[in-house]
């Protein structure tokens, strides 16, 4: 009982269930209820993080645009293959026609290569005025930053 409450004071950060598994790794034989009770007694609670909250604003609907090539949505899909490795698939579509503007299949995208597929398509068909994104490091990376 005595290694019980010197553990419990040594690892006072931990919650009960981590001193009793650090009491076993040690070669302590322990009974988990009486760590618990002694974590109660000792008033050893870990104290729970509030979580912050965030005011809401009011929501407005993104709208749809009139006309073709205006605002593009950029999103990526997961999928596996059969062997179980993963695709990632960076879909582009225009919000206005709804048209698949390009889906760009690889087995890694990062921010340098997103900005060289939207260079691609800069010189294809040109740029909308608007790219809708979520915010993803992809999308907020340096390489982006730089480039628009």
Not at 61 to 88: E, H, Y
Not at 94 to 101: K, N, Q, R
Not at 122 to 142: H, M, V, W, Y
């Amino acid at each position: 009982m005595g290694h019980c409450v010197n553990a419990l004071l040594l690892w006072r950060r931990y919650g009960a269930g981590m001193i009793y598994l650090k009491l076993r790794q040690a070669g302590e034989q322990v009974n988990h209820k009486r760590v618990e009770r002694l974590y109660a007694a000792a008033r050893l609670q870990v104290k729970r993080r509030k979580r912050k909250k965030v005011p809401t604003s009011e929501r407005k609907s993104l709208g749809r645009p009139g006309i073709a090539n205006q605002v593009w949505s950029m999103d990526f899909v997961f999928d596996r293959t059969a062997d179980g490795r993963v695709i990632k698939n960076l879909t582009i579509v225009d919000d206005a026609t709804h048209e698949a503007v390009a889906i760009v299949p690889d087995r890694a995208i990062d921010g340098l290569s997103l900005t060289r597929i939207l260079d691609h398509l800069a010189i294809q068909r040109g740029l909308p005025s608007a790219i809708r994104t979520d915010n993803g490091k992809e999308f907020c990376g340096r390489a982006m930053l730089l480039c628009f």
